[in-house]
C-alpha cells in the first residue's frame, strides 16, 4: 500500500496558476503509475490527469489538455499537477491517486491509493 499525501491547494483568481504537489511513501512508491482526479461540489470524481511510472507516458481530461502538466520525481517520490489559466469550473477537491499498472489510466478503479484530497477554488 502506498500512502500518498496532497498538498498545494488554495484560493486564485481566474487566469491564475497552482502547483500540487503530492508526497508518496510505501514499499515500490517508485513503480506505481499515478494520477490526479478531481470532485467538485454535488458532482462525481473525475479524472484529471495520469502519468506512467517513469513519467514518459502522460494522458490528460481534454478539460484540461494545454493548461495542467502532471509530471513525476521518482527520486524524491513526488508527483505535481501544475495547473495555467486556471477557470472557475476547475474548483474542486483535488487527489492523487496511485494504480499497480505501470502505465496509468483516467479509471478511477483502476488506483489502489488515494491521498486526502487539497481544496482548489478559483474565484471569477
Known amino acids: 500500500q502506498v500512502q500518498l499525501v496532497e498538498s498545494g491547494g488554495g484560493l486564485v483568481q481566474a487566469g491564475g496558476s497552482l502547483r500540487l504537489s503530492c508526497a508518496a511513501s510505501?514499499?515500490?512508491?517508485?513503480?506505481?503509475?499515478m494520477g490526479w482526479f478531481r470532485q467538485a461540489p454535488g458532482k462525481g470524481r473525475d479524472f484529471v490527469a495520469t502519468?506512467?511510472?517513469?513519467?514518459?507516458?502522460?494522458n490528460y481530461a481534454d478539460s484540461v489538455k494545454g493548461r495542467f502538466t502532471i509530471s513525476r520525481d521518482n527520486a524524491k517520490n513526488m508527483v505535481y499537477l501544475q495547473m495555467n489559466s486556471l477557470e472557475p469550473e476547475d474548483t474542486a477537491v483535488y487527489y492523487c491517486?496511485?494504480?499497480?499498472?505501470?502505465?496509468?489510466?483516467?479509471?478511477?478503479?483502476?488506483?489502489?491509493?488515494w491521498g486526502q484530497g487539497t481544496q482548489v477554488t478559483v474565484s471569477s
Open positions: 491517486a496511485a494504480s499497480r499498472n505501470l502505465y496509468g489510466s483516467n479509471w478511477e478503479h483502476a488506483y489502489d491509493s
Open positions: 510505501g514499499r515500490a512508491s517508485s513503480t506505481y503509475s
Open positions: 502519468t506512467s511510472w517513469d513519467g514518459r507516458r502522460t
